[in-house]
């Protein structure tokens, strides 16, 4: 009884691998942020294409879009600095033309914990062969918890409106005061002055890889993601522009420089909403199609 429940269960597995790995080999789903930066991990150490360019950043940098931007990849995390992106793509088997590095978040370091989850070697031939097991594959969340999340909030959503009249006029005051706070909180962070120990050590890594990438033939261009036009200038971007910029000179290195009007539009001053992001990336590709021009 015991062996047949055995090779029952290790049969349906294999079917639901199976189906997953034919059926339906993009399927993916995602529950927490963490799950999320996971997917998006896995998608790239075990892609099957060779990426012309990579993006590597924080979650400011993760607003941009890349899907449609044919050899990009977005190796930017949430809640996350650039030296988890820089740990991944050095230790995957992507060899990139171009590493786009973002300049604002290069204080935080890298998560670990996260980073050597994904370039486990273990976990990595195990689940190079196992697609169906990796993040984003579960069987309920898969196929319940998309459907079933859409039809719940598009109904409570119907019958706010529908008895709640004054239900958007409502929402926008709501989410204007709640930008309000976080807006003033994101200037109080940037007004201060980051440690120049801590700033230098920031460097230093991140010269390392630097270097890691340009021996293997990799052109590297940094960027910075826009701000609020009231941070922008602030005290800790400021300085740490500048620490860039002395580190990585503009007459050895590529920048995407951003443009002298900065309308664009976050959802708390430092995070780009939908309409900023797309804006962005238009003026990301623009850089990039006219070699890194001024205009």
């Known amino acids: 009884m015991i062996l047949k429940t055995i090779i029952t269960s290790g049969a349906l597995l294999i079917i639901y691998l199976a189906s997953l790995s034919v059926l339906v080999p993009n399927l993916k789903t995602q529950q927490h942020q963490w799950e999320s930066n996971t997917i998006k991990a896995e998608n790239f150490i075990y892609a099957s294409k060779q990426y012309r ?24 995390f949430s809640a996350k600095g650039i030296f988890d992106g ?24 890298e998560d670990k914990e996260f980073t050597n989850s994904i370039t486990n070697p273990i976990r990595y031939r195990f689940l190079k062969y196992a697609p169906g097991l990796r993040s984003g594959k579960q069987p309920i969340p898969s196929f319940l918890a998309p459907p079933m999340a859409f039809l719940i909030s598009g109904t409570l959503y119907r019958i706010k409106l529908n008895l ?12 204007a005061g709640i930008f309000d706070v976080k807006l003033n909180k994101n200037i109080e962070n940037a007004s201060v002055k980051p440690d120049t120990a ?17 021996k293997k033939g990799i052109n590297v261009i940094f960027f910075e993601m826009p701000v609020h036009e009231k941070i922008y200038n602030l005290a800790s971007p400021t300085q740490i522009r500048l620490a860039i910029l002395n580190r990585f000179p503009s007459s050895e290195y590529k920048y995407i420089t951003l443009p002298p009007d900065l309308n664009f539009k976050t959802t708390d001053g430092v995070h780009l909403d939908l309409g900023g992001a797309y804006q962005y990336r ?13 205009n």
């Open 53 to 76: 360019s990579i993006i590597v950043g924080s979650s400011l940098a993760n607003r941009i879009v890349t899907d449609s931007i044919d050899e990009f990849y977005n190796l930017a």
């Open 86 to 109: 820089l740990k991944i793509l050095t230790e995957s088997n992507q060899l990139p033309e171009n590493v786009f590095i973002e300049t604002n978040v290069i204080l935080q370091p």
């Open 164 to 175: 709640m009249p004054s239900y958007q006029t409502q929402k926008k005051k709501t989410e």
């Open 198 to 214: 801590r700033l230098s050590q920031a460097l230093d890594l991140l010269s390392s890889y630097v270097n890691k990438l340009e």
């Open 282 to 294: 238009s003026h990301f590709m623009h850089k990039v199609n006219c070699n890194y021009c001024n």
